[in-house]
């Protein structure tokens, strides 16, 4: 089988893209998915990322971990689709889709690409950290020396620790800059490793600092290993609304492959 395939990034999270609207490809081959993502004798990428057809709106987007394994939503991820989407005609400067977490809306703005995200109606406060679901799970902590800090051994812990079922939570490291501005590491689930960035996390972050009083702003900057994220939201009868997720997403190659 030749498989047409598109690599996108968002802030160095990347990506393998496939137009799937014939729906040709095999959604089941977990081993498939896995060796597209693998770095070394695949494509490479974070995850891979199936366009379908939709009823209604634009577009599906149906979302793979680089393991293979079906997962939650990803908001760098779904940001690239939206400019896979406008690549391929589906869209002009505005999309309507449907993800494993429901219907988000998403448009360009200034060479960036802004993602409406879920509302967030609770953020859980424990003495170590705060859990906070933004379509997908994220721990939320703070710590010193972000730069130094050892993400992988620390994150991969709590991850698989107790404090989480058998699917696990993905793990942000944060560390305050100023009044507006986070700095992030994030260890994902499905990657089972660092990332360069995560927009589900970078989100979910914003969302818990502003929650905890670290922060009075409702914009957001978050400083990943693989760029700039801003989120933006409004905080109504203490639900976080109208939650954007802004940054970069960029084709950086395409090409067939024989499988």
């Known amino acids: 089988m030749q498989i047409q395939f598109y690599k996108y990034q968002g802030t160095g999270n990347d990506f393998v893209m496939i137009d799937n609207r014939t729906n040709f490809f095999p959604k ?10 693998d770095r070394r004798f695949g494509i ?30 990803c908001g760098n991820g779904g940001r690239c689709l939206v400019a896979f989407a ?23 703005e200034d060479n960036l690409i802004a993602l409406q995200m879920i509302d967030v109606s609770e953020v859980k406060h424990y003495n170590t950290h705060d859990f906070v679901y933004t379509g997908s799970p ?12 050892d993400v992988k051994n620390n994150g991969s812990k709590l991850r698989y620790s107790n404090l989480y079922d058998a699917s696990g939570c ?11 501005t986070f700095s992030v590491r994030t260890y994902e689930r499905g990657v089972e490793d660092e990332t360069l960035s ?3 996390g970078a989100t979910g972050v914003a969302i818990a600092m502003h929650a905890t009083h670290k ?9 990943v290993l693989g760029g700039k994220l801003i989120i933006s939201f409004v905080l109504e009868n203490e639900i976080y609304k109208n939650v954007f997720l802004t940054g970069p997403a960029e084709l950086v190659f395409a090409g067939s492959l024989e499988v």
């Open 86 to 108: 406008k690549q391929l005609g589906i869209i002009e400067n505005e999309a309507y889709f449907e993800a494993s977490d429901g219907y988000h809306f998403a448009k360009f």
């Open 28 to 37: 089941n081959n977990t081993k498939l998915i896995e060796f597209l993502c």
């Open 215 to 223: 922060t009075d702003a409702n914009r957001i900057h978050i400083n």
């Open 44 to 73: 490479g990428g974070d995850g891979l990322i199936l366009l379908e057809n939709h009823k209604k709106y634009d577009f599906t987007m149906v979302y793979y971990n680089s393991d293979g394994s079906t997962s939650t939503m």
């Open 198 to 200: 995560c927009g589900t």
């Open 170 to 180: 993905n793990i942000n490291f944060v560390e305050q800059e100023n009044t507006d």
């Open 138 to 149: 994220h721990h939320v902590q703070l710590v010193d020396n972000l730069k130094d800090f």
